[in-house]
């Protein structure tokens, strides 16, 4: 199709045509087109239904406060919906799809509410669906959900990748319209470290749609020369196609790119920028709104500023037959390039007397005026065909450019709860001087100046400020001649006289009538009018209509502006996908995996992993004949008790302790005494919080004289190492230790079961004996192994068999495992994973992370007498209050299910028998399960409610998720060995 | 945010890891009597105010320091920043 509506003359490349689609229809752009301006050129207006009525829409404005023109970006199965056409730069092959209508955006179905419209009116969900309660769930909610939302999410994730930088700079300018512009020549010019930000694929700003001169040039050439002088400059950034849209601490600026708009591009598609600053100018320049009027939503109502930017800027006739409908100078320059460009403008509807606008009459001589007159109707349903005036008189036209005012983009300067003021003479609201984020100047339209030359001469003031602030002297540069006129216009809201509605949020379609209504009904705040209607709610964030709604609400109530005051700005400024904001950090790069030392073993293994916190360690080996994950776990528990197994136990956090306070220091950190821990030898050791509680377990390791080597649970690595630091650094400070966590950097694989001093021996070199003499239970040394590489021997278990850990460097664990694989074939080797490891230690009965609760004392865990008293330690004082010593505390126990193969389930609660699941007979919990093939049944360790009492009784195990209400036999938590004897062996 | 390292200069606070009032500094010396009393107050008892506040931040992801930060809770400005090991050295030679 040709693009029967392009004309001569604008700032689009028709040298590189581009073909799109739209609604599975084919049409051709030019390079410079935006997605709207590309539909315009195709006599496209008809883009959209709106949110509540689905009433037809067609495109309103020619920037991101697009309220009307959004739509759905296609690529293959993915799309991104909400893309507002208006700032998507076409593209070749782009694809776009309407949304909110069905079956077709001509015939819509959900139309039909606009039939119901006056049911639909504010607060209507909070009216209508009040009762019945159970219709909740079942009736309403899913009715709204289907009804609700703008635009339908992709079904697939999305194939596109995001990344974050940082920029550092001088000073930041915010915009890169007049003011931005001439800020950044003066900057730049100076040589200060610049970036120049702007949300546009072009710079330029309002500069880019008018009509008018800077320093005898067309003013887009004076940009096109400026934004060439800029480039050349090394010390000036230019980042186009970005918006800031956060203001946060110390000068610290989030900023949004949009590298390209394609889905499934080559490269990042969006980049957050975190841009820190020591000054910076905003200049986000301003932006018009409309005013609420009969039916004023009808596509082919466009503001003024926009119909003069598809005119003049994209080169589109977007109508043929224009009325303009103004409270100020704007619509006449609408008009006036209209007309040069030979498109008819039928009349020109001034809500102002004669003599208020008489200045700029002047230069429309041609076109039929009508003064202190208002648009009461808009005739058409898909289009404009008429209007109807107060004044009685209906005038044929296509489309009505309005404008009603600007409102200075102030957003960024209100983001932290700062109020702004209300300007009479621009009827606008602009920032509190006072009150502005540290370091930050506002400057040409974003406070109200409009004439062009007063822009580029406060803008080069705020320019000239910040050099002298970072002790430049100021430019010598001149302002450049510009256009002198000064705004001129009066506040005006909505043409009361309109008996159809008049739309103030075409978005989340609000009209006066809502708002009306919802100040006779008691909302007098705008915060709770602007929640009871949705006024500004919808992803335009009211940038077009939350003044008028405030407008409305001071004249309902009988209010100034002031008395009536704006809603709370909040960032984003603009809307920011959550995956941009994500940034690199999705899917499995969500967070860093970390991997064992024996990993690439245990994958040719062919173990199953599991995720342990952020490592990724070995749950279970299975072997080709095995069909259930238990299978294989029984087989590796079994093979360790009667033969010898191995797993990797480097994600235990080990913390390297030295000093000749470093025993003291020990004390203070354990609970129990580490003092009197001789060289050599090992003990287990508790941590309390300070409130009592228990921490964390681990073993210390006296290694050498002045030397510990202590190790903490894999989950709780981090938390013990920074506890440690706190208490060293920040509560002894004067003690001679050092720590350093050594986790990486030394692998560790604890070896079990009866053969397991005959498999060591065979790996550890000839002059070092390991026998039960001389190397017993909890003995530890610093040894070498396989011809003098140096390891560290430590005989733990936590299986509670023979059971030793072998350490050695890092570097050398996988030669090392593989080697133990090669040696373990005569021992029938098992490897085993965090299964088998589980099971074994539930067997034993050793507390681990589900009964390390952040609940238990030392008490509960059966470990009481370890908290000394004879010393003071983290936590000893407050372990003793009254509550932390109650007899009748949760303790650990043992359960079985009476029924050996019956399961239980940790979770379960615990209840006597005959008694009622109620919250006041609950007696504790389940914490671990796991099948003991030792047993030959299920066993779990419980909190039970003074729970050395029930052993030896019988309880059940009830869980009500799983309909489970098992009887069970209370034990002692030491199911296997419980003397230890096998691994004092 | 950045907070001002004593040692490494300005670093970006994800670095960080805040522990809270720089009260948890002053552990008392266990004395003989009301020990449980004077235990809970310094664990529970803490400051909420406007302005000026002493916080812990440990330079997790950097040198593994912990340090005082001087913040004000109403601008969230930053003021001063040191060492905790070296403060409190400081007050035991007082």
Redesign the interface.
Known sequence: MTQKNRIDGGLIDRNIPLNFTFDGKKYSGFHGDTLASALLANGINLVGRSFKYHRPRGIFTSDSSEPNALVELINEDTKEPNSRSTTIQLFDGLTAQSQNCWPSLKYDIQSINDCFAPLLTAGFYYKTFMWPKSFWERVYEPLIRRAAGLGELAPSTDPDHYDRGYRHCDLLIIGGGAAGLMAGLVAGREGLNTILVEEDFLFGGRLLGENEEIDGLQCHDWVANTVKELEAMPHVRLMPKTAVFGVFDQKTYFAIERLSDQINSVGPRQMIWEINTKHIILASGATERHIAFGNNDRPGVMLASAMRDYTNRFAVRTASRVAVFTSNDSGWLTARDLNQKGIEVAAIIDIRKKEEHQEIAKKNTQIPIYSEDQIIKVHGHNRVKAISLLNGAKISVDSIAVSGGWNPSIHLTCQHRQRPIWNEVISGFIANEAELPSGMKVAGAAKGIYATNLVLQDAMNQANAVLSELGHAPTKMMIPSANDDTYRGKTFWSVRETKQRAWVDFQNDVTTKDIRLAVQEGFYSVEHVKRYTTLGMATDQGKTSSVIGIGIIAETMNKSIEETGTTIFRAPYIPVAIGALSGPHSGKNFRPTRETPSHPFAVEQKAQFVESGAWLRSQYFPHANELHWQESVNREVLATRNNVGITDVSTLGKIDVQGTDAAAFLDKVYCNTITTLNMNRCRYGIMLREDGIVMDDGTVAHLAKNHFIVTTTTANAVQVYRHMEFCRQCLWPEMDVALISITEQWAQYAIAGPKSRHLLEKIIDNDHDISNSNFPYMACDEISICNGIRARLFRLSFSGEMAYELAVPARYSDALIRHIHEIGKTFDLTPYGTEALGVMRIEKGHAAGNELNGQTTAGDLGLGKMVSKKKDSIGSILSEREGLVDPMRHILVGVMPCDPQQKISSGSHIFASKSACTPSNDLGYITSVAYSPMSNSYIGLAMIKNGTNHIGGKLRAVNLLQNQDIDIEVTSPHFYDPKGERLRE | ??INHPLLGPRNASEF?I?GDAK??Q?PN?PERD??RV??E??YLRDNPIGQHQE?W?H?QGD???LIVSRDTLT???NNVE???KV??KG?TQ
């Open positions: 945010m950045k890891t522990l948890l500094l552990r266990t020990q449980a235990f809970y310094y664990l812990l440990f997790e593994r320091s912990w969230h400005e930053i060492l905790a090991s409190i050295k035991q």
